[in-house]
């Protein structure tokens, strides 16, 4: 006997009429143009706020928090050092880095995410976009930074810096800089970079050093500037390319 002959005849939860085939690519094909639609609005919209600096961290902490303290100082510096700081728009840090943007003077942007629960759009955005997908929202956080902030958070946080980290890496994106704020928070995600990923020879030992870890918000905004001193701020020829083949 062999092994198909094995198997019990369990129908086939899968099959669908040709109707119910024609209808499903139907949906698809709309989503498809949603998606686009998404792409193209907000590319238009967050066009002219360069140089802008994206702020990642936790959604769950409240203004009582030292990291929402932080987070409100670095952006308020970074907003009136004359830079767009360019957040997920909810609550937590996202509500820290828009509101110390927010009351400074530069452009405080929210990029929210439409979620089951959490997200709820904070107050203080001088632009906000509304995305349904994940991917389209993060695409528009690499397309738009001169930087990455990256505070202490939960999964969505590691999500996005390590998706920067690898975009950085495998010069999908252009190397900007990547500044990790809380070094007590993250010296156990870095050890373990360093004891299993270089040790195991996954990555390179220099792939750990595009992070910067810095406490002080003055000496972030003076890193920062510290990067672009020598070649300004504006997109080099090659770095458009990349960004158009993200």
Not at 55 to 70: D, K, N, T, V
């Amino acid at each position: 006997m062999s092994a198909k002959d094995k198997l019990p005849n369990i129908p086939d939860p899968w099959t669908v009429t040709p109707a119910q085939k024609a209808q499903s690519a139907a949906r698809e094909a709309w989503r498809v143009f949603g998606i686009m639609s998404e792409f193209v609005e907000a590319t238009e919209r967050l066009a002219g706020i360069q140089p802008a600096v994206s702020i990642f961290g936790s959604a769950r902490i409240g203004p009582e928090s030292r990291y929402y303290q932080l987070t409100e100082r670095i952006a308020r510096l970074l907003s009136d050092a004359g830079f767009s700081v360019v957040s997920g728009g909810g609550p937590g840090v996202m509500e820290a880095a828009n509101k110390g943007a927010f009351e400074g003077k530069g452009i405080s942007v929210g990029l929210n995410i439409q979620l089951p629960m959490e997200q709820q759009a904070n107050h203080y955005q001088d632009i906000s976009q509304t995305f349904r997908h994940f991917f389209a929202r993060k695409y528009m956080f690499v397309k738009i930074a001169t930087a990455y902030v990256v505070m202490p958070g939960g999964f969505g946080t590691l999500d996005e810096l390590l998706e920067a980290l690898t975009l950085i890496q495998t010069r999908k994106s252009p190397q900007i800089p990547l500044i990790l704020v809380g070094s007590e928070f993250w010296q156990g995600l870095l050890d373990w970079f360093r004891a299993r990923l270089v040790a195991e020879k996954m990555i390179h030992p220099e792939d750990v050093d595009l992070i910067s870890v810095i406490d002080d918000p003055e000496c972030v905004v003076a890193s920062i500037f510290d990067y672009y001193q020598n070649r300004g701020f504006g997109r080099l020829a090659h770095e458009h390319e990349l960004l158009l083949n993200l």
